[in-house]
T-cell receptor, first 111, second 111 residues
Framework: EDQVTQSPEALRLQEGESSSLNCSYT??????LFWYRQDPGKGPEFLFT???AGEEKEKERLKATLTKKESFLHITAPKPEDSATYLC????????????FGGGTRLMVKP | DAGITQSPRYKITETGRQVTLMCHQT?????MFWYRQDLGHGLRLIYY???????DKGEVPDGYVVSRSKTENFPLTLESATRSQTSVYFC??????????FGDGTRLSIL
């Protein structure tokens, strides 16, 4: 059974204080690992897809990395507008287009 | 604008009643999905569809019915609502191997 565990569950940062969110996974043949951002009252918004160990993707203050067992979402010099819940999901090679989601990390950035 | 829309955004109903949540996408994506999001469980897949007239069960299908007569629509029906089905429901769509894109959800309360 595919499993995704995100840590920490919640993270409070001061504006400008860089940190990382973790996504650990076990999956039968990883096809892709996805990061989403979710704001209150909204649906998840796609950020990145990573396909193989060693791959990195960047967007503004966010950088996602992937190893064979986990992914990190690094947030550099965060701003209050980065406050959101960040979701990680995996797609297994034998699962068609289905995703298995982790529980998310709720990030709060204080000015 | 192209996108994915869910209706209604909010719904209150009583146990035993039938309720249908609507999902419409304008991208002509082949895949569509229904998830529920609950505290402590994250996003869980209820049903998905790979194309019109093709549907399959996800992780938590009991108590739900779906249909897909047209590519752009994927309604979710609770035939006899129970309190345990109180949740936020998200619809998503995608092309094969591509990221899923989500609607803004329906918040359903069952009294």
């Amino acid at each position: 059974e595919d499993q995704v565990t995100q840590s920490p569950e919640a993270l409070r940062l001061q504006e400008g204080e860089s940190s990382s969110l973790n996504c650990s996974y076990t999956v039968s043949g990883l096809r892709g690992l996805f990061w989403y951002r979710q704001d209150p009252g909204k649906g998840p918004e796609f950020l990145f897809t990573l396909y193989s160990a060693g791959e990195e993707k960047e967007k503004e203050r966010l950088k996602a990395t992937l190893t064979k067992k986990e992914s990190f979402l690094h947030i550099t010099a965060p701003k209050p507008e980065d406050s959101a819940t960040y979701l990680c999901a995996v797609q297994a090679g034998n699962a068609g287009n289905m995703l298995t989601f982790g529980g998310g990390t709720r990030l709060m950035v204080k000015p | 604008d192209a996108g994915i829309t869910q209706s209604p955004r909010y719904k209150i109903t009583e146990t035993g009643r039938q309720v249908t949540l609507m999902c419409h996408q304008t991208w002509s994506h082949s895949y569509m999905f229904w998830y529920r999001q609950d505290l402590g469980h994250g996003l869980r897949l209820i049903y998905y569809s790979a194309a019109a007239d093709i549907t399959d069960k996800g992780e938590v299908p009991d108590g739900y019915v779906v249909s897909r007569s047209k590519t752009e629509n994927f309604p979710l029906t609770l035939e006899s609502a129970t309190r345990s089905q109180t949740s936020v429901y998200f619809c998503a769509s995608s092309e094969p191997t591509q990221p899923q894109h989500f609607g803004d959800g329906t918040r359903l309360s069952i009294l």
